[in-house]
């Protein structure tokens, strides 16, 4: 596909309407709030999969060379940068749940709400 037509579709192609996010001061602001809904369905729909026997949670990366906050770097794989997910799979190799790691900066916000800071 030409940049040209796949910059023209990204154009068009939205998850979720931008004026219910949170200003980047907010400390409840997440960072995966234009492809929530998305990522909520996608949920939804492994969900109804029965599940294994014997189930395991793992971290994936999916490389890329994209310029964004949520890029992860391991200097021990092949593929050294890329987004890091949580998944919930079988002994088959078959994915129940995704949850993609938002970043260093939602999970100094989610556990500051756990501790007292003085």
Not at 68 to 87: A, D, L
């Amino acid at each position: 596909m030409p940049a040209n037509k796949f910059e023209r579709l990204r154009e068009f192609l939205h998850f979720n309407d931008n004026n219910g996010n949170l200003p980047l001061s907010n400390l409840d602001r997440d960072r995966l709030f234009k492809i929530r809904p998305l990522l909520e369905k996608i949920n939804e729909n492994l969900a109804k999969i029965p599940l294994e026997q014997y189930l395991c949670i793992d971290e994936q990366i999916c490389s890329t060379k994209s310029r964004n906050c949520m890029k992860r770097y391991n200097p021990n794989k092949p593929h050294k940068w890329g987004y890091k997910i949580q998944v919930l799979s079988g002994s088959s190799g078959f994915t129940y749940k995704i949850e993609p790691d938002p970043g260093k900066e939602n999970i100094l916000r989610r556990t500051k709400s756990w501790c007292s800071i003085k």
